[in-house]
């Protein structure tokens, strides 16, 4: 009987196939289970070509071993991924239909993915020398070295926590390091937690609070509570009862720019290193902060989607802020939603999620009006604060200066008299949305795209917002030769140059996407505004958690875009949109007010939202869903296609759709143009598959994709499956 074939690893690559591939492990050595798991480096293609891919099982070769080939390279002697995070890897390759090896790579932070070792997480902290702890008690100049002295003579400090306690303590140590007074050493042990006393919960915090201590294990609540309720402190304190139990805490935010404010107030109140993970950090920044929550040495860790990968040896709880917000779905690579996820991940770790929100999904709701959520309320705002006032500026038949009316300016004026600060706000950045000739009615569009081309610079630019190409504005009309060139519309930069001229004197800070490119630029402008008067003019950035206690008044300029359109999920965006920038006014003892600016007063939408809130629209929204048969009362999936032209798109699609199997409650609809039928170049169209079971949906689709990757048509387009579409562009 022959000798039992050795067993192989299957190594996961980053190539866009669903297949993982089988090598030898080094010759002497075997192919055993603390393999999986290890990054390796790994021969692949032609003509001498390395991969570095993870390790996820070994077993026994598909074909035969002698024609395999070795892996070049053991990256890790233990494993990188394993238990609980490789499993959730395994759960978003088999939901979202992506290819394992794909997966593997959106988890780990770049240098980790590209086989660089993994960063040392020693803690580092500093410490007097025998001189320095003689000199601290000698009278002299109270300086930063001699205060940062003082916290040092009882024992090392940590870096992180030398942060919290002395900010710009860092050129003080290195001049007490100069003079030999202060040194710097490698602080072993866990950080033991130094919380700053948490305030006096109001009683909606107090019964969330309760409910949270009292449970085992995993379950999902939801935190529905209005703009400046309190939800942070529900976090915070959720928080610390973690670190006291011994445990690591993972806390989702939307944007970057919430980071730096978030990780203040946590490294303050928690009295613990609170690491911070999202894509304005460096690739070392990254790989450092997973690799102490991979050690266990970090305890908290404050991120953007990509956070929900971190490793959590010792989890206690996930909270994802802001749970509605529509950058936790990733739109390229590999589409997966960091909220749904992170409730997978409480689910096989065995701790309880926390979703926050004052304008929760329509999942979400759903979910807890069902009874599979907790549904937990703040229904009041914190210390005393109350609800800003709204009022509908009707513009019909009104003159506007580049796009505000007179009663806006008038309040915007009211309001810097006062000494206090106005937010104006237009979900729309640049200066006009369009440029038209006034003669004849010709547009600047891209040449790429359909879609208009929107002014910048005050008209010196055209700048395309879908695929970033750029030109200059002809001097002249390129179809009558008319003159008569007008940007058309309002965006940021136009309201910003308005209201300059208007309010000459005023302290004037515009956030847009242009403005906050640089790493930490938005704490930089809410710096600028500081507490004294003056005007805020930005995007949705402004829109979510940001607390500025001066801030009275919210105008609303752009209410009437999102009004008609097409989007089935357009009401509930505008309707959380709306709700979130309003909430920035008043959240302090001032008094806040809230204008909205609108062609359409009389809208259902904006009555529904005014006479009962959110809950009122979210009831509403839900019924139409459910009559429609839209999610959350189905499931959906969307096939998208482009190329270069759309004879190869639809060839593809139309192709597609023979090859689905038609089922009982599972539907494919198309081919359909995309929204944008035309985008950088390439022409574009979609499928869309619903299922009134989710379980149908996915079995339909699993059938469905090994036939359209054997389609010829596929080799000539580029095509994904989004599952559980938030946009269907």
Known sequence: MPPAAPDVLRVALPVPLPREFDYLPPAGTGAGPDWVGCRVRVPFGRGGGE??????????????????????????????????????????????????????????????????????????????????????????????????????????????????????????????????????????????????????????????????????????????????????????????????????????????????????????????????????????????????????RGRVLVGTRSAVFCPLPDAGLLVVDEEHDGSYKQQDGVRYHARDLALVRGSKLGVPVLLGSATPSLESLHNALSGRYRHLRLAERAGGARPPSVRVLDVRKRPLRDGLSEDLLDAVGACLARGEQALVFKNRRGYAPVLICHDCGWSAHCARCDAAMTVHAGGRRLICHHCGARATPPNACPDCASLALQPQGAGTERLEQALAARFPDACLVRVDRETTRRRDALEKHLARLGDGPGILVGTQILAKGHDLPRLTLVAVVGVDEGLFSADFRAGEKLAQLLIQVAGRAGRAQLPGEVVLQTHHPDHPLLGTLLNGGYPAVAALQLAEREAAAFPPYAHLALLRAEAGTEALVQAFLHEAHAAFEAREGVHANGPMPAPMARRAGMARGQLLVDASQRGALHAALRDWLPAIRALPSARRVRWSLDVDPTDLY
Do not use: N
């Not at 024609?67 to 978003?92: F, M, Q």
């Not at 911070?276 to 070392?284: I, R």
């Open 51 to 296: 991969m570095v891919g993870v390790v996820v099982a070994t077993g026994p070769a598909d074909g035969d071993p002698a024609a395999l080939k070795s892996i070049h390279e053991r990256l890790d002697k233990g494993a990188l991924l394993h238990g609980e995070l490789l499993e959730s890897l395994r759960w978003v390759a088999a939901y979202y239909h992506a290819p394992l090896g794909e997966v593997v790579a959106t988890a780990l932070p770049t240098l980790l993915r590209t086989g660089q070792p993994l960063p040392d997480t020693r803690r580092h902290g500093w410490v007097a020398t025998a001189e320095g702890r003689a000199q601290a008690t000698e009278a002299g100049r109270e300086g930063r070295p001699r205060q940062l002295l003082r916290q040092l003579i009882d024992g090392p400090c940590d870096e992180d926590d030398l942060d919290v306690r002395l900010p710009g303590w860092r050129s003080a140590a290195r001049t007490l390091a100069r003079r030999g007074l202060a040194e710097r050493v490698v602080c072993e042990g866990p950080v033991a937690p130094r919380p700053v006393a948490a305030p006096e919960p109001m009683p909606g915090q107090a019964a969330a609070m309760q409910a949270l201590r009292g449970g085992e294990g995993f379950r999902a609540v939801l935190l529905e509570g209005v703009t400046g309720s309190g939800k942070t402190e529900v976090y915070l304190q959720a928080i610390a009862d973690c670190l006291v139990a011994g445990r690591q805490a993972l806390v989702l935010v939307p944007e970057i720019g919430l980071t730096p404010q978030t990780l203040a107030r946590f490294r303050a109140r928690l009295g613990v290193p609170v690491l911070a993970f999202h894509s304005g950090l460096g690739d070392g920044e990254r790989a450092r902060a997973w690799a102490d929550m991979a050690s266990g």
